[in-house]
C-alpha cells in the first residue's frame, strides 16, 4: 500500500530535505505541502524538483482536508506544533514530529488527544539513528558512571534551548542511574547561566554557532577517569532514514510512540 504523505514547514530545511526524500521513496507518495509562508506556489521550484504540481499552502487543516494524508510529517516551530498535531489527529491523520521543545506536560496532553481522537502519533526528538546510539550508549554508561554532564551544539537559528535530544538523553540517563548525592561543593556562579540548565542533576550546556548542524557530546566522570560520547549531523539527510521509518512504522502502531527507539529493532 502506498502511504500518502503531507509534509508541514515544507519551505524549512528540514522540511524540503523530508520533501526530496519522501519524492525519492517508492512506498509513499507525497499529496501535500504546507508553511506559514505558501503561497500556492509550485513545491518543485523552491526544493529543485522540477514539476510535483503540489501548490505549497497555508492553510494546514485545509489542505489536509483536500489532500486526505495518512500522516502529516511536522518540522515547523515549537510555537506552532501542539496546534499542529490537534489539527492532524482531529482529522485522523496520523502527525510524524520532528519539531522539537514539545515538553512532557505536552506529551501528556497528545496522549490525551491521541486516544479521543483515535490517532497514533510518533514523536521524535532526533530522527539521526546514531543520536538514537548515542542515547542508549549514555543511559547504558551512566549505571556505571553516573556523573555526567551534557554540551549540545546547534546552529545559531535553532529556536528552542536545550535541544529535545539533550532533554530525552537527560531524561534516559535520569531513569538508568542510582540517585547520587548533591555535591559537597557549595557553587558560586558568577555568571548566571555558567553552570547551564539542571535538568535532574545534570547540567546542560547549549552552544549556538552558525557552521553547526546538530551535535552533542555526553561526558562521564569517575574517579580518575573521563568517557566522552559524542555524535555529530553533519547533514540534514542523517535524519531521513529514520523519518522514512517513522512515517511506515506510526501506520502499524497505535498510541503515541516517544522516541525513534521505540520502532528501531536494537
Ligand atoms: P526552519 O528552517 O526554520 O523551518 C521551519 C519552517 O516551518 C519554516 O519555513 C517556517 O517558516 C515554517 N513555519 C513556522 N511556523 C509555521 C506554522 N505555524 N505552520 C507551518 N509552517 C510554519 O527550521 P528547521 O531547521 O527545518 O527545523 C524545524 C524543527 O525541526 C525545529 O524545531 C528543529 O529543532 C527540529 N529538528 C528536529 C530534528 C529531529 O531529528 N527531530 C532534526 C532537525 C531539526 P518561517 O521561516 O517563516 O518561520
Not at 1 to 20: P, Q, Y
Not at 144 to 171: C, M, N, R
Not at 176 to 184: L, N, V
Amino acid at each position: 500500500m502506498t502511504i500518502k504523505v503531507a509534509v508541514n514547514g515544507a519551505l524549512g530545511n528540514m522540511g524540503k530535505t523530508v520533501v526530496r526524500a519522501v519524492s525519492g521513496d517508492p512506498d509513499l507518495k507525497l499529496v501535500a505541502a504546507i508553511d506559514i509562508k505558501g503561497d500556492g506556489s509550485e513545491l518543485g521550484t523552491h526544493v529543485g524538483l522540477g514539476e510535483l504540481q503540489i501548490p505549497v499552502q497555508n492553510d494546514l487543516a485545509a489542505a489536509l482536508k483536500q489532500s486526505q494524508p495518512d500522516v502529516l510529517v511536522d518540522f515547523t516551530t515549537p510555537f506552532a506544533v501542539m496546534q499542529n498535531i490537534e489539527t492532524a489527529l482531529k482529522l485522523k491523520v496520523r502527525p510524524v514530529v520532528g519539531t522539537t521543545g514539545i515538553t512532557e506536560a505536552d506529551l501528556e496532553t497528545i496522549r490525551q488527544w491521541s486516544q479521543q481522537y483515535g490517532t497514533s502519533v510518533l514523536i521524535a526528538p532526533n530522527f539521526a539513528i546514531g543520536a538514537v546510539l548515542m542515547m542508549l550508549f549514555a543511559a547504558r554508561a551512566a549505571q556505571y558512571l553516573p556523573h555526567v554532564e551534557i554540551i549540545e551544539l546547534h546552529h545559531d537559528q535553532k529556536i528552542d534551548a536545550p535541544s529535545g535530544t539533550a532533554l530525552k538523553t537527560a531524561e534516559m540517563i535520569a531513569k538508568s542511574r542510582a540517585k547520587i548525592g548533591k555535591s559537597q561543593v557549595e557553587e558560586l556562579e558568577k555568571l548566571p547561566g555558567a553552570r547551564g540548565g539542571n535538568l535532574e542533576n545534570i547540567h546542560i550546556h547549549s552552544v549556538r554557532l552558525p557552521g553547526l548542524v546538530a551535535h552533542q557530546e555526553v561526558i562521564f566522570g569517575g574517579i580518575g577517569q573521563t568517557l566522552t560520547i559524542r555524535h555529530d549531523s553533519i547533514d540534514r539527510t542523517s535524519f531521513m532514514p529514520g523519518v522514512l521509518l517513522g512515517i511506515k512504522a506510526i501506520m502499524q502502531r497505535e498510541g503515541v510512540i516517544y522516541g525513534l527507539e521505540n520502532i528501531l529493532n536494537l
